[in-house]
């Protein structure tokens, strides 16, 4: 996860990010220092991207696991992540980073999914038992698992469902705390010097010739439609 987000401040662009972000935010917190301004844009930006880049890197981790121990595949099938058989069932999973994952038509969307890859199956021959799982990698599973036609996993749950293992969700947290340590030197160290390299570039293109942000050169630049 470190190495992912290294490569997000390589390719962090300044201009970029300002179209992307609320100028009148930054305003609204009285800001007088470039370094200030920038330090929040770049901050904004690791947070908006690492979440989804982290679920990524779980997604992965599960579906290594489940092929480890039950033989399970990464899924060709539109939506679904994993695909395994355990026993007489095989499960077809879309793996979530944690249970508040989307709106009603992302769900919907979901379970569309899932009534496909059933159509699927049924016209391929297929003769297996088939459950349809949403795989949750944090957080707690509702009293109500199942949701119509398809169950719904969080957290400690999800990652015994696919190892075995009731202790994985625990294991898992000490390898991720030993990388953040052996990389954080060169984490910072690279953060220093974009928000460095970025501050220059703020007070070249922002910046009046007395220092003082020019903050309707920033809102143009964000949000006008010349």
């Not at 970029?16 to 330090?39: G, H, T």
């Not at 994993?82 to 879309?94: G, I, M, S």
């Not at 030993?178 to 501050?199: F, V």
């Amino acid at each position: 996860m470190i190495t992912k987000r290294l490569e997000g401040l390589d390719r962090l662009d300044l201009t970029k990010v300002i179209k992307k972000k609320n100028p009148y935010l930054f305003r609204a917190k009285n800001y007088d220092n470039a370094s200030d301004v920038v330090k929040d844009l770049m901050d904004a930006y690791i947070s908006s991207s690492e979440e989804a880049k982290f679920g990524d890197w779980l997604e992965g981790l599960a579906i290594h696991v489940n092929s480890i121990v039950y033989g399970g595949t990464k899924s060709s099938s539109q939506g679904i992540d994993l695909d395994f058989q355990k026993n007489d069932t095989r499960y077809l999973v879309a793996i979530k980073s944690g249970p508040n994952w989307g709106n009603s038509s992302q769900i919907n969307k979901m379970i569309q999914d899932f009534q496909l890859a059933k159509k699927v199956l049924r016209t391929s021959g297929a003769n297996v038992h088939v459950e349809f799982v949403n795989g949750c990698c944090y957080g707690r599973s509702s009293r109500t698992l199942q949701r119509g036609i398809y169950y719904k996993y969080c957290g400690q749950m999800f990652w015994e469902f696919i190892s075995g293992d009731s202790q994985l969700y625990l294991e898992i947290i000490e390898p991720l705390a030993q990388e953040a340590k052996a990389r954080s030197i060169s984490y910072q160290t690279k953060h220093s010097n974009t928000l460095n390299k970025l501050t220059k570039d703020f007070i070249l293109k922002f910046c009046d010739e007395q220092g003082c942000i020019d903050w309707e050169t920033l809102v143009r630049l964000n949000s006008s439609y010349e």
